[in-house]
């Protein structure tokens, strides 16, 4: 059983995942970052690799990930800081890429660098389902790593049961068709929810894409198995001093 | 029956190992309509009906082929031109967004969005927005506003809003970025009209589809001209590549012409000022789909160079590279500084002022050994009003 399965075999409810661009907002805030959202509440980490096109995330984790690049981070700095972070981390770990740094580094060096170091997962945005069953699903399988494909309120429920049956580890529920950051109210997002929850789905569901406050995570989980915090988080980094006290008085707002 | 053929890609959009829809989630219902959709509306009467007497009538099709015979002597070859430049709005460029605003029309889409560069798609979809009476958001780099400024004017005339991308390195690729990111944000009620043969399965085939009608036309008028339907070459300059993509269309599959594709060296292919892609580039994933990239080793793609703001561009539509990567097509590389040579040679040589992107095309007439017997056709794919300011100072510079 994968690391993502046996924490949502524990823990059905409320599980709160956050998402952190690695190398933001220094090069070597990685795992501090990690750490602090460990120790203050996260049940997973969602890690993003900068890339210079990313074209589903909003101007403030767009902007996270320039300054990380300008910072110097690339893949290979990334798994070198990852290397031995599981004698310090314990929560499940995901990387979120674009394809094209990932096919540059090589796809198969890069799903067993991720399984050597302890990476958990991966989400891949702009990889569709066509080129995941048809290329890509093996080698991530291969390696033993989870992978998330994303549903939105448009997904049909014939596609949503197909994403679901590729997705292991749990299911990625974006709450509106937008980008990442948008501001959207959560409301409308409970039917949605709901039709999700009737389809019985063999993954968890996580929510994400617009979660920012107590409120909308409490909004997300009364239907879904917990909910994804990214831009709200990357906003309370943006000119901190300390990455640990930044973290700490952002969750206590949330969990 | 499964003849190979250059000139459409498979069922999932792949033209040999380029294509594909790479796109998340959140634009998959667009895409997927548009995938199902486009070849049946693009196939029904009423819509070839107004499509062929908009491009009559409007854009003012078909364009010359026009043998050029100072040149010709020049080269001591027959020499043809496209006259795209002699489309409304100045280049071929509103054969596609003729096509898109009636198949968004079709869709039953209200608003229209579009990404430019130097501001030719952007001006082409604004005019055609104008004509039907639609909503019309044109994205366009930072810089690119400024450095082009009557453009700019231009489009607002025709009552677009024209949005700033300020993100990124500020010019085409990210004005792109922003509007996917629009769409992506918009998901019911807008059409994207992607000015290239880039993006996701279907934009590639759709938008070489409408802009093949150059070679349609440049077959029937070179058999009229010379009795024969196929030149010995056709040269086009590539960005994206919709003018080569047009140009080359109904030849892709005629193995015995040449396919002439010419990139943009900037300062030099290799001076790190380039938008040569396929000199340059490794296969990546791009605004949508798998093509070649100019990218770093880490992935990261690179701000391009050219003196043309329309081949500044670090990727190439797919159909393009397959035709890169196959060999059936010949890609060469034109600097800056051949290119405004080429451009103020064929002002005086034919009193023709072409856009620079096109200047590069002629450029390579000088890099291949013609022959007296050859036919070769180039598509001038628009005019040079547009580079005014910089042919200005380039007299300004040899003292003109």
Partial sequence: ??????????????????????????????????????????????????????????????????????????????????????????????????????LQYGFERFCADAARVGVDGLILPDLPEYEFETEYGSIIRKYGLDFIFLVTPETTEHRVKKLDGLSTGFLY???????????????????????????????????????????????ACAHANGAIIGTAYIKALEGAKEVGTATKEFLSTIV | MNMQTYQQPDAHGYYGRFGGAYIPEMLHPNVEELQTRYLEIMQEPSFQLEFRDLLRDYVGRPTPLYFAKRLSAAYGSNIYLKREDLCHTGAHKINNTIGQILLAQKLGKNRIIAETGAGQHGVATATVCALKGVECIVYMGEKDIERQAPNVARMR???????????????????????????????????????????????????????????????????EKTGSELPTHVIACVGGGSNAAGAFYHFLDELSVQLVAVEAAGHGVHSGLSAATTALGKPGVLHGSKSLVI?????????????????DYPGIGPLHANL????????????DEDALRSAFDIARMEGIIPALETAHAFSALSQLSLKETDQVVVCLSGRGDKDLATYMKQMEMMGI
Avoid at chain 1, 15 to 40: I, R
Avoid at chain 2, 295 to 311: F, N
Avoid at chain 2, 324 to 335: E, I, K, N
């Fill in chain 2, 157 to 223: 005339m025709l009552g677009a809003k024209v949005v700033a991308a300020t993100s990124g390195s500020k010019t085409l690729k990210d004005a792109t970025n922003e509007a996917i990111r629009d769409w992506i944000n918009n998901p019911s009620d807008t059409h994207y009209i992607i000015g290239s043969v880039v993006g996701p399965h279907p934009y590639p085939d759709m938008v070489a589809r409408f802009q093949s009608v150059i070679s349609e036309e440049t077959r029937w008028q070179l058999k």
């Fill in chain 2, 295 to 311: 990218q770093t080793d880490d992935g990261q793609v690179v701000e391009p160079h050219s003196i043309s703001a329309g081949l």
């Fill in chain 2, 324 to 335: 890169f990567d196959s060999g059936r097509g010949q890609f060469l590389a034109v600097t």
């Fill in chain 1, 1 to 102: 059983m994968s690391r993502i399965q046996a924490l949502f075999q524990q823990k059905h409810k409320r599980v709160l995942n956050v998402y952190c661009t690695a190398g933001y907002p220094e090069l070597n805030s990685t795992l501090p970052v990690m750490e602090s959202l460990q120790a203050n509440g996260a049940d997973l980490v969602e890690l993003g690799i900068p890339y210079s096109d990313p074209l589903a995330d909003g101007p403030v984790i767009q902007q996270s990930s320039a300054v990380a690049l300008e910072n110097g981070m690339t893949i290979a700095t990334l798994f070198e800081q990852l290397d031995g972070f599981r004698n310090r981390i314990t929560v499940p770990v995901i990387l979120m890429g674009y394809m094209n740094p990932v």
């Fill in chain 1, 173 to 219: 529920a974006v709450s509106s068709s937008s980008t990442t950051g948008a501001n959207k109210q959560m409301n409308s997002v409970q039917d949605y929810l709901q039709r999700l929850a009737s389809y019985q789905l063999k993954n968890p569901v996580l929510v994400g894409f617009g979660i920012k406050d107590r409120e909308s995570f409490d909004a």
